[in-house]
């Protein structure tokens, strides 16, 4: 039977990806210490997550006004500690539970990133994804000595070839090359050990790879590209996909669409799952969760939202006026999240405001909330799943680890009883517990047959 996939979604930074979580009074504030990612860890393997996933950006969230001060004196999303080593962190306090973090394909190197996440899926027992982004703004640009962010489809063109290479890297070492043997003193098998010659538009590398095959293989895939291009991308590349739906109807021909896009590039489209993003409210009765909703909400403040917006769209919200239009030639600058901004100008019908941005990504709010008890919430999960809008959920806190505990508490003994979720972990590896293969050799290669 078909299960849903759960996934916690984490920043390694001092607030949850909701800005205002840092003002909650029950939120924990050691955000920089190993106990705090290992406690939410905890709460997540006993609920069953398969997976939880840093999220991340280069730079702090600073484009608005054109200096950090506001952002620093109202802590939105100031604190970006290294998430892989968070993760290496979370993956020491659990057994089972699967961990991801981000990394850029703008801004690190693919063998740095090949060697890195190999290292620690070894570390982990089989455990790591790596979750695959082409960054957004000229914030993390210039943090990492760029002039200007690369235009938006030439940094998913470039990270096709980075793709490529991190591939061809962790095919480099053939399961069984390792030997070990003290009595031949044969270590590895050099028949099985290959070496990476790549030449490309944007990439080279040439070289022999240092990390044998891991558990699973190599670590699991992860992508969220919501435009046009990112969406190809993530058909071509991802092993499982975040994205946000906003309504059933919208979400179901989505869905639809991708998994036939993933079919059309030669993949099994049962093997890419595809999960939205959720924020749940949940308390023992509806009206206990409203008043949870009441007082998150009141710990948002404006700053907030267009701190974030001007992050998101690489295009400082402060230059214009609440009510003041964007111009064609502004919107089509923004070179940050063009899904985004094309959702808005849909919605809008018109060249939005700064207000019409607020209003319709919600950004700085749990845009996604689903308010209520238990049963609500799973009610309106089941359906989701079971009405193939997705294969999961991306679920994000409001504040932690108290969120994440009252879904655990509520929410996940409601799915598991109506058999649309797991009660037990299914094997040691992320990739047993998402039901994906050990990939073989070769097998991304569009027009290679693989070994």
């Not at 290496?88 to 850029?104: E, I, K, N, P, Q």
């Not at 990390?211 to 071509?236: C, D, E, L, M, W």
């Not at 111009?327 to 405001?353: C, F, I, K, Y």
Request: aromatic share 10%; glycine share 8%.
């Amino acid at each position: 039977m078909r299960q849903m996939v759960l996934v916690g979604f984490l920043q390694a930074q001092n607030c949850t990806t909701l800005a205002s979580a840092w003002r909650h009074p029950e939120a924990r504030s050691d955000f920089t210490s190993a106990a705090y990612y290992q406690r939410i860890g905890q709460v997540l393997e006993e609920g069953k997550f398969q997976l939880a996933f840093f999220d991340d950006r280069l730079a702090m969230p600073d484009i608005y006004g054109g200096n950090p001060a506001e952002v620093v004196a109202n802590g939105v999303r100031v604190v970006k500690i290294d998430p892989v080593a968070t993760m290496m962190a979370m993956g020491f306090g659990t057994r089972y539970l699967g961990v991801g973090s981000t990394a850029s394909t703008t801004y690190y190197e693919p063998f740095d990133v090949a060697r890195r996440f190999q290292t620690v899926d070894h570390m982990l027992g089989g455990r790591a994804a790596w979750n695959v982004v082409t960054s957004v703004n000229d914030g993390e640009a210039h943090n990492m000595g760029r002039e200007v962010h690369m235009d938006h489809d030439l940094r998913y063109d470039r990270a096709d070839e980075f793709m490529e290479i991190v591939h061809g890297c962790w095919d480099g070492w053939e399961d069984g090359a390792l030997v070990v043997d003290k009595t031949t003193g044969l270590f590895a098998d050099p028949d099985k050990v290959h070496r990476l010659e790549y030449k490309g538009k944007f990439l080279n590398s040439s070289g022999t790879f240092t990390v044998p095959r891991s558990p699973q293989g190599h670590p699991v895939v992860i992508q969220a590209g919501a435009s046009n291009r990112g969406k190809t991308f993530s058909a071509r590349w991802a092993e499982t996909v975040f994205v946000s739906y906003h309504d059933l109807a919208e979400g179901k021909r989505q869905y639809a669409d991708f998994k036939t896009e993933v079919a059309r590039l030669g993949r099994d489209p049962d093997l890419t799952t595809v999960n939205t993003i959720a924020y749940p409210v949940v308390a023992e009765t509806r009206a206990e969760a409203e008043d949870k909703m009441a007082l998150i909400n009141s710990h948002y403040r404006e700053v907030d939202g267009l701190s974030l917006l001007s992050e998101a769209m690489n295009f400082d919200f402060k230059t214009k006026s609440m009510d003041e239009a964007f111009s064609t030639q502004e919107l089509e600058g923004m070179s940050g999240m063009q899904a985004m901004r094309d959702h808005v100008m849909r919605v809008a019908g018109r060249n939005p405001t700064v207000a019409d941005f607020l209003k319709v990504t919600r950004r700085g709010r749990p845009g996604q909330a689903v308010v209520g008890s238990g049963k609500d919430i799973a009610d309106r999960m089941e359906l989701w799943f079971t009405e193939r809008v997705c294969d999961g959920f991306v679920i994000a806190g409001t504040h932690m680890p108290g969120s994440f505990e009252d879904f655990v508490r509520f929410v996940v003994p409601e799915l598991q009883r109506r058999g649309v979720y797991r009660s037990e972990y299914t094997g040691a590896t992320l990739r047993e517990n998402l039901g994906l293969p050990v990939p073989r050799r070769n097998a991304w290669r569009p027009t290679q047959a693989a070994e």
